[in-house]
């Protein structure tokens, strides 16, 4: 089955880094656009990145773009968001996800069909 497997979550002051991961197994990563996407407390869940399946394309949302990085590895069959600059904005339960269709990487949360766990961020001094 369908496993998204997120990881490196964790406290950062603003201005600093983090690097998430996303393992995925139980479906062909390589011939998957993906994307990442967050949900700040008290909100709705905001897509923020994703990346064609070869990677040769990557798009993100007005509110990272700059600060943020996606890519892939599709010989480890995992997924990254390096975040830079981190502001406490940022602060939120990040989450990779799988689209229904392999070529689609949307804003609509609608389009994905499974989800990891998550891996909580929080940007604070």
């Known amino acids: 089955q369908v496993q998204l497997v997120e990881s490196g979550g964790g406290l950062a002051q603003p201005g600093g880094s983090l690097r998430l991961s996303c393992a995925a197994s139980?479906?062909?990563?390589?011939?998957?656009?993906m994307s990442w996407a967050r949900q700040a407390p008290g909100k709705g869940l905001e897509w923020v990145s994703g990346?064609?399946?070869?990677?040769?394309?990557?798009y993100y949302a007005d509110s990272v773009k700059g600060r943020f990085t996606i890519s892939r590895d599709n010989a480890k069959n995992t997924l990254y968001l390096q975040m830079n600059s981190l502001k406490p904005e940022d602060t939120a339960l990040y989450y990779c996800?799988?689209?229904?269709?392999?070529?689609?990487?949307?804003?609509?949360?609608?389009?994905?069909?499974?989800w990891g766990q998550g891996t909580q961020v929080t940007v604070s001094s």
């Open positions: 139980g479906f062909t990563f390589s011939s998957y656009a």
């Open positions: 996800a799988k689209p229904r269709r392999s070529f689609a990487i949307a804003t609509s949360i609608h389009e994905y069909d499974y």
């Open positions: 990346i064609y399946s070869d990677g040769s394309a990557t």
